[in-house]
């Protein structure tokens, strides 16, 4: 076994959004989760490049076969060019905090708790001849270990694809401690876009836009002002006030979100629920709506009241997890893969 000061170790949050690592170098990076190659010679010869990721990909994606590789938090199978593009993103992702072809490369990757149970075989292969090694966990469960919040907590991280629940007990979660919805910020941009298409069914405007609009006026309570977004109707940008459907569309992750919140804290050993109730961490993309730990923890009223806390670091907070796991663990910790 290679000692740890000889190969790269890094800790790689796989988002269905944006994906981020870690390494132990003390470089990070975040890129959305975006592979697009040039639909022809014309194209190559525009973009200059044989493959693009991230936000280059999705500004130039009108000249592109552009893949968003995973899908509700799972890889998507069947597709050889999404398959593709999931081992070139992570190996986009390793190369940019400095893994050369001829380093050893140690990598903790982290995805949402679904994925953990039903594509470990995709991830395994998508990671073969990038990493040496490797160990897969749950997203939630990494954000828990980078914040040594190992006990008597329950982590909610809200990501694109998935919202993923965890209730740490002081060791490894089992998979009655977890939970996955697919209420999460795709599923929120689908319901913003069908409210907008019925208030103003002439409108033009792509879903990309909305997860932007989402992203930067998203709000759960009372509006802080108006929300007003451009869209094009018949040819003419046209301005839009969506503050009533980005509310609804909004507070429409609450319920399910809490459900499975009071779900999960049922099924805590009695003597630590109100623990547990009052170290609720809240991590994701999906944290960052205004509004949202504060309508989570009025829910909690019900059983007596907690508290609910937001990450300060969303964009690195998994995969600095997963690099502090890769940095902690034994050797037999690891899955060693073939080159």
């Avoid at 697009?36 to 490049?49: I, L, S």
């Avoid at 270990?145 to 907590?153: F, I, K, Q, S």
């Avoid at 507070?251 to 003597?271: F, H, N």
Wanted: charged residues 25%.
């Amino acid at each position: 076994m290679t000692k740890k000061n000889e190969a790269l170790r890094v800790g790689i949050d796989l988002g269905t959004s944006r994906s981020s690592i870690s390494a132990s170098s003390g470089a990070r990076h975040v890129v959305e989760s975006y592979v697009g190659w040039p639909v022809d010679t014309v194209a190559r010869k525009v973009v200059k490049k044989s493959i693009l990721f991230g936000r280059e990909a999705l500004d130039n994606r009108s000249m592109l076969e552009l893949h968003r590789p995973l899908e509700r938090g799972l890889i998507k199978e069947g597709s050889e060019k999404d398959e593709a593009a999931v081992r070139e993103l992570l190996r986009h992702l390793i190369s940019l905090v400095g893994g050369a072809d001829d380093s050893r490369v140690f990598a903790v990757v982290g995805v949402p708790a679904e994925a953990l149970r039903v594509s470990r075989q995709h991830l395994r292969n998508a990671v073969k001849g990038i990493a040496d090694a490797l160990m897969i966990v749950s997203e939630p469960f990494a954000v828990a270990y980078g914040m040594d919040a190992l006990l008597h907590t329950m982590i909610v991280d809200i990501g694109a694809g998935t919202t993923d629940f965890c209730v740490m007990n002081g060791r490894y979660p089992t998979e009655d401690e977890q939970r996955t919805l697919t209420h999460a910020g795709d599923w929120l941009d689908e319901q913003l876009a069908t409210m907008v298409r019925t208030r103003q069914p002439d409108a033009q405007f792509s879903i990309h836009m909305v997860r932007e609009w989402k992203e930067r006026w998203g709000f759960v309570g009372e509006p802080k002002g108006p929300v007003v977004v451009t869209v094009q109707v018949a040819g003419k940008p046209t301005p839009l006030d969506i503050t009533a459907e980005m509310r609804r569309a909004c507070e429409a992750l609450l319920p399910p979100i809490a459900e499975t919140m009071l779900d999960l804290l049922a099924r805590v050993e009695p003597e630590y629920q109100e623990r547990v109730r009052n170290n609720v961490i809240l991590a994701g993309g999906g944290s960052q709506i205004p509004g949202l730990g504060d309508a989570l923890e009025k829910m909690l009223l019900d059983v007596g009241g907690g508290k609910v806390r937001t990450v300060d670091d969303p964009v690195f907070a998994g995969s600095n997890g997963s690099l502090a796991l890769a940095l902690d663990a034994s050797d037999a910790d690891w899955e060693q893969l073939p080159s």
